[in-house]
């Protein structure tokens, strides 16, 4: 069966910027497309990123398009999320899924000073 | 970006059959918005439990299932189990804009 394992993370000052990375195995990395959701506390579920089985197409939402860069390395069965310039309204948990119906366990990222 | 609407909250009896829906504001939901269906239970990573409108994975109880009704997305769970109590989130993709709904929680009482 498939997994997702997620590292990185934690507190950062805001204005400052943090890795995210997602480590795949059990099933094809390279067939799916791959997403970043984030949760803030006590809140839904929101979208943030995606980008397609061989990175030819990438999305974000709006209010981290120009921070957030998602990358995926195929050979390495790893997805990546640089965040740069963070905001205290992004600190939520952040998980990895695929299309393949597998999601990480989540990472928390705090924006504070 | 398109918003997408779910029941805040629903109720249903043990045993019982209940459906969740999920609209767009852009119009009707159709396959092409390949909904998404998942359960997050407190404290843990949400579930996938159906992909493109109608499909499961292995583990997704058979009494879960999807579908496209009055223009909707919808989850109907047959034979609600103490165990199905948990919040509920659609997903649409409209053209790489991809939005969850706000949630539906589900009471089995």
């Known amino acids: 069966e498939g997994q997702l394992v997620q590292s990185g993370g934690g507190l950062v000052q805001p204005g400052g910027s943090l890795r995210l990375s997602c480590a795949a195995s059990g099933f094809t990395f390279g067939g799916y497309w791959m997403n970043w959701v984030r949760q803030a506390p006590g809140k839904g579920l929101e979208w943030v990123a995606n980008?397609?089985?061989?990175?030819?197409?990438?999305y974000y939402l709006d209010s981290v398009r120009g921070r957030f860069t998602i990358s995926r390395d195929n050979a390495k069965n790893s997805l990546y999320l640089q965040m740069n310039s963070l905001r205290g309204e992004d600190t939520a948990m952040y998980f990895c899924m695929t299309t393949a119906g597998y999601w990480g366990q989540g990472t928390l990222v705090t924006v504070s000073s | 970006q398109a918003v997408v609407t779910q029941e805040p909250s629903l109720t249903v009896s043990p045993g019982g059959t209940v459906t969740l829906t999920c609209g767009s504001s852009t119009g009707a939901v159709t396959s092409g918005l390949y909904p998404y269906w998942f359960q997050q239970k407190p404290g843990q990573a949400p579930r996938t439990l159906i992909y493109d409108t109608s499909n499961k994975h292995s583990w997704t109880p058979a009494r879960f299932s999807g579908s496209l009704v009055g223009g909707k997305a919808a989850l109907t769970l047959s034979g609600a189990q103490p165990e199905d109590e948990a919040v509920y989130y659609c997903l649409l993709s409209h053209s790489g804009d991809v939005v969850f709904g706000g949630g539906t929680k589900l009471t089995v009482l």
């Open positions: 980008i397609k089985w061989d990175g030819s197409e990438i």
